[in-house]
């Protein structure tokens, strides 16, 4: 069995690379670079430093929030007894499920110093949304998702076989689950709680909506970004500057995944195929439960109330009566024929870029293994649209292609690669920015396996394909999962370069939202996301569903 | 462990998948003659046809109410629209005209500075309808290079059940009017900018710092405002007149104050593109949006002033010309304030409410 030639290692590098060159990371640098080279781009930016600590520090403390919550949830969900552990564990991936600037409105109609639901029953200004600590605890809670998914799927596929013989060594249930199992998962946490970092401080939304009305007003790096670049060519400079600050985030991030991981890096899964046993929470099922239920009560349950009753809702902020409520934003909405076509394309949109993420995202973390040193290189390069504001990417993309690109064959036939004003740009512009979700999930799935189990079957006689598809993939199959619903869920409702992107005369739900945001009313917009949330609820438990249908047939 | 990354199969699959999207991409091509094609579409005088595309700003629904008049008097046209916050249509225009490829015909905006941009930097086509004639002349550009099409107003709106509303834009700073109010971010809202030019100039600085002082809430666009006020947040606010009476036909408690020292218009011109590969077609679009029913249209859906000043207002509103009457006029002072000293603006702004 030889190690294949080493030119076939630069293909897949050639192939995997290119078009995330061409298509995300080449049109930015462009952009970028075009705007540092305008005059004054680098004029005034000690003026930015208050963006750029606010968005340090709500984007850590977002980062902090998702742990702390995410860690003790995972366990609590994936690996005891908890009683409706299964529809909590839907419940729970919601927050990524709706866009976060809608979570930013429920807790806006709730906790507003003055006309908050929670205001008026607590009395005025007890609770005030507005300002960096309320920005990082809708991000925390709108990012738990991706702490909570990433640590589950490390928790499934952590061998059993260690927790046994943590338990033969006398170790009780508890202390076992806890040093054996938990600092295995760590990495996965952790490296989810950088993503929810990097999330936090290139999500645009939630700072615009509870920053601006602050006092003083909150500004975060993609705030001031966008704020320069509607100042057309005078802003784009300066914006440029401040966007390559918010980039080089990326790396340090990834540096501190790397170094938290290092010590707590095993190979989890050496190939027996027990399931792992329940925890049994025994006498604290009843105290975990209700936390959880608390938790669940408040953090999500609450403002997805707020969301309904706001749709129900004549105008907003009415007085709360039963006169007062209508279905005539539900009617008005949900069946007009826009909403449906917006639905489709948006789904079709968010499965394709789901897919393309999760094939990218391997291959980024196959090459990771691969190339070894490079392969930082590689993940970082993955990683890194991630951090570039929405609408930084959607720009880059709009000066990249909308002219077509010809390609001239001997002079007689060209192909012609017309992406502008066409779903393919969209496509294009969801998979690059999430590609990250992808390249995290499956780069950490496969640090933890053992290649042994590849090897076993390259023994039995397969070819390095076979043994790939039925020995590493199966294995694999939990975290791509998990980057499919996240993707497709982030994709689905995406907002920020949906609007700028979105073909001429097309629809998709993120255009729908911001439109029935900004122009109709908060009602409709409301409903559009309560739609929503029950439409992933469902396909959740479906999802759930099917596979405890598969598990009984095994 | 020696070297075992070789034992993991990725080219196979590396390889497999880079296949696939290459061909994805190649697929997506249209494959045509190398040779300059002549595709520019022959300008065929008399009737228009072909496609002509609009980015625009106005409402959805507003869009939607014209399609079928566009159908019955272009019955060969096909309008494709782009519509989008003017922030944002500004923003993809600027991308475009950044790569040299800009596809829209036709721009439909309500940010007169932005257009005003354009016409100085030479983008637009001349071109007077035989609609404008009636059109008050402070709404046309005299070398006919824009048209404006519709007016938005900004005015000020308070709950029914409020305490005494103010009763113009400088109660809201000089201290007779004591309150909350709620204003768009000029930072980020065209609309909110073009209202904050017109406070500026009459005004100054200080009108920012007032408002500051006066514990004025900063809302992101006209919506925000809207929800600040409707919810109690704040007592009155600084709105789009289409806004509150779209609202007020919801069922929503608001009521419109006119400010004595003047509403600020903001008129949403129409221009056409030099670069149109079809202008016929994109001027007889220009008219059917001047006609009296497409005006008609932009009043009862739109719920804005038409331009035909034969036309009454918005919900029993009077006309535009007692519209004009009611506002602040503009000037070229102002328009040449807001386009060259637009950054000056936004920085005053911004650094009288980081206090």
Known sequence: MSAPATPLRWVGLAAWLAPLVVFAVGPVVFLLARGLGAAGALEGLAAETGALVNTLAISTGAAALALVLGAPLALLLFRTDLPLRGAYAVLFTLPSAIPAFIWGMGWLSLASPRAGYLNRLLGEGTLDIHGPVGIAFVEGVSGLPLVLLAGGAAMRRVDPALEEAARVCGASPARALLTTTLPLALPSLSSGAVMVFLMAASSFGVPYLLGVSASPPTRVLTTRIYELVLRADEGLGRASALALGLLLLTPVALLATWALGRSGRVRLSAGKGLASRPFALGRGRAVAGAAVALGCAVLVLLPLGALVLTSLQRGFGARLAWGELTLAHWSGVLWAPRTLRATGLSLLLATGAGALVCALGLGAALLQRAFRRLGAGVEALAVWPYAVPGTV?????????????????????????????????????????????????????????????????????????????????????PALLAAFVLTFLACATEITMSVLLVPAGSEVLGKLLFDLQSYADPAAAAVLACAFVALVAVGQGVLALLGRRAAEAR | ????????????????????????????????????????????????????????????????????????????????????????????????????????????????????????????????????????????????????????????????????????????????????????????????????????????????????????????????????????????GV?????????????????????????????????????????????????????????????????????????????????????????????????????????????????????
């Not at chain 1, 002219?403 to 066409?422: G, P």
């Not at chain 2, 494959?31 to 002549?38: L, Q, T, V, Y």
């Not at chain 2, 220009?286 to 036309?311: F, N, T, Y």
Request: aromatic share 8%; with cysteine.
């Open chain 2, 239 to 355: 709105l789009l007149l289409e806004n509150a009476l779209t609202a007020r036909a919801k069922g929503s408690h608001l009521q419109v104050v006119w400010p004595t020292d003047g509403a600020v218009t903001i008129p949403g011109p129409v221009a056409l593109f030099k670069s149109t590969p079809n202008p016929v077609a994109a001027k007889a679009v220009v008219d059917v949006l001047l006609s009296p029913e497409g005006q008609r249209l932009i009043v009862e859906k739109g719920d804005m002033h038409a331009v035909d000043p034969r036309l009454a207002g918005p919900r029993d509103e009077p006309g535009v010309e007692t519209l004009l009457q009611r506002a602040q006029p503009w000037t070229p002072a102002l328009v040449e304030q807001g386009l060259a000293r637009g950054g000056a603006l936004k920085e005053a702004f911004s650094r009288a409410f980081s206090r």
């Open chain 2, 1 to 236: 462990m020696p070297h075992n990354p070789g034992r993991m199969p990725f080219p196979a699959l590396v390889r497999g998948a880079g296949l696939a999207l290459a061909l994805v991409v190649l697929a997506s091509c249209r494959i045509e003659s190398a040779a300059p094609s002549s595709d520019v579409v022959a300008t065929h005088e008399g009737t228009p046809s072909g496609e002509v595309w609009v980015y625009t700003s106005m409402y959805q629904h507003v869009l939607d109410a014209l399609e079928p008049l566009l159908k019955q008097r272009l019955p060969g046209v096909t309008v494709r629209w782009y519509q989008a916050g003017s922030e944002k249509v500004a923003s993809r225009l600027d991308a475009e005209r950044a790569a040299g490829a800009v596809r829209a015909d036709l721009l439909a905006a309500s940010d007169p500075f932005f257009i005003e941009r354009l016409a100085r930097a030479g983008d637009f086509l001349p071109y007077a309808s035989p609609h404008v004639l009636r059109v008050p002349r402070s709404l046309l550009d005299l070398d006919a290079r824009y048209a404006a099409i519709r007016v938005s107003t900004m005015v000020l709106v308070h709950r029914e059940d409020s305490p005494p509303p103010p009763t113009s834009f400088a109660a809201l700073v000089d201290g007779s009017w004591k309150g909350r109010v709620a204003i768009g971010d000029p930072l980020t809202s065209g609309t909110a900018f073009t209202w904050a030019v017109f406070c500026q100039a009459r005004y100054g600085d200080a009108y920012f710092t007032g408002l500051r002082e006066r514990g004025a809430i900063v809302a992101g666009g006209n919506a925000a405002v809207l929800q600040k006020v409707e919810s109690g947040e704040a007592d009155a």
């Open chain 1, 393 to 477: 990417l959607a720009l880059a993309l709009l000066v990249a292609f909308s002219r077509d690109w010809r390609f001239i064959l001997l002079e007689r036939v060209a192909f012609v690669l017309a992406l502008a004003h066409t779903p393919w740009l969209l496509l294009v512009a969801y998979a690059g920015k999430y590609l990250a979700l992808g390249t995290r999930n499956g780069a950490e799935a496969l640090a933890q396996l053992d290649p042994s189990l590849a090897e076993a079957a390259r023994v039995s006689g397969a070819g390095p394909t076979r043994a790939f598809r039925d020995a590493t993939l199966p294995l694999l199959r």
